[in-house]
């Protein structure tokens, strides 16, 4: 399992444990039924599906993602952990999103969240 793929399941596990960050899914998700966002790798293609109480990881893709994240993996696992400035890589190319980029947003609000709840 990739370092990144361990990373979606702590946030999985994260979630399925607090309360709070169900709260924030619930809020993200608002009136839809969820939200998809694809992550393209050199690793494969996956795709996180986000309901109001929960987040899954699958393998594949997805036919119409709300956005889609595409770069190697050790950029995307350091964006998300916040070693890595989200605005650089995308103006040095190295990270493309495609579609819904504001979906950024609440899913770096969460992470945050996560990881700070977790210490």
Do not use: C
């Not at 795709?47 to 050790?74: C, F, H, N, Q, W």
């Not at 990270?95 to 609000?109: F, M, Q, R, T, Y």
């Amino acid at each position: 399992m990739s370092q990144l793929q361990e990373f979606f399941k702590f946030l999985m596990a994260q979630i399925r444990e607090k309360e709070d960050l169900q709260k924030r899914l619930a809020e993200w998700v608002g009136p839809y039924d969820g939200k998809i966002l694809q992550v393209r790798t050199e690793e494969g293609d996956q795709y996180v599906v986000i309901t109001k109480d929960s987040m899954t990881l699958r393998d594949g893709l997805y036919p119409s993602p709300d956005v889609i994240y595409e770069s190697d993996a050790e950029t995307l696992l350091g964006i998300f952990t916040g070693d890595v400035p989200f605005k650089q890589t995308m103006k040095d190319g190295s990270l493309k999103v495609i579609g819904n980029a504001h979906e950024s947003d609440p899913l770096a609000n969460l992470i945050l969240v996560a990881m700070t709840s977790a210490l």
